[in-house]
């Protein structure tokens, strides 16, 4: 099929005391699984290192020419699939596995403080959740300032809005590697018919379905 669509999913690689990361444990699980024909998937691990970062997120950009990055990271925090509607430039002090921050505390010098992803997360949410996937998905607008945070901005600067975050809770916690990769192949779907302007149905889905995490 000559017009496959491109996507591009990361994790992360393990950092403090997260031995085994959940979330390139279920962004393997998804590349088993596949988004279908239509659809070239590629994926990687993204070191936990704001300079690996700031090199990375370029060229995978630009070589892979994506119509959507979804970059997935693990929050001990996080009880559900959580999608994350912004990314943020300011606040970034603690420390990447190389011991290091960036000296400004920020992505972009004169950045905006907070770039949102073109995705209706609420959208995505509540068709999930109306699919009886197996895994329970919610919103949040703070992805922590951390790498996660810093590399969702990153993108969202670089592919004008066209990503997306998605925080999973450590593995087992509640669910195993099949039911979050089930759960991002459906996350991911969703977010792929919606850039396709699918607004036909579902488009004003109900926000009864999507509770709003605060990390």
């Known amino acids: 099929m000559a017009n496959k669509k ?8 393990p950092f403090g005391g ?14 088993r699984l596949g988004l279908g024909e239509a659809v070239d998937l590629y994926v990687c691990e ?25 970059h997935v990271g693990v929050s001990g925090l996080a009880t559900t699939v959580t999608l994350e509607q912004c990314g943020h430039n300011k606040g970034y002090q603690r420390l990447d596995n190389c011991s290091f921050c960036p000296a400004s505390q920020c992505c972009m010098e004169n950045g905006p403080d907070c770039i949102k992803s073109v995705l209706d997360m609420d959208t995505v949410c509540g068709r999930v ?11 949040s607008k703070d992805a922590g300032r951390y790498l996660c945070d810093y590399t969702y901005y990153t993108s969202l600067y670089l592919g004008q809005g066209r990503s997306a975050f998605v925080h999973v809770p450590p593995l087992g916690k509640p669910y195993s590697s099949q039911e979050l990769g089930r759960g991002l ?4 779907q969703e977010m792929l018919k919606l ?6 149905e579902g488009g004003g889905t109900p926000n009864k379905l999507c509770n709003h995490q605060h990390h």
């Open 46 to 70: 993204v070191p936990v290192e704001y300079q690996a970062v700031q090199s990375l997120l370029p060229s995978l950009w630009k070589e892979r020419q994506p119509q959507l990055v979804v």
């Open 195 to 200: 850039l396709e302007g699918d607004h036909t």
């Open 18 to 31: 997260h031995a085994v990361n959940s979330s390139w444990v279920a962004v393997q699980e998804l590349e």
């Open 129 to 139: 959740n109306e699919s009886n996937v197996g895994v329970t998905v919610s919103v």
């Open 6 to 13: 491109k996507v591009v999913v990361t994790g992360f690689e």
């Open 185 to 188: 192949q459906a996350v991911v």
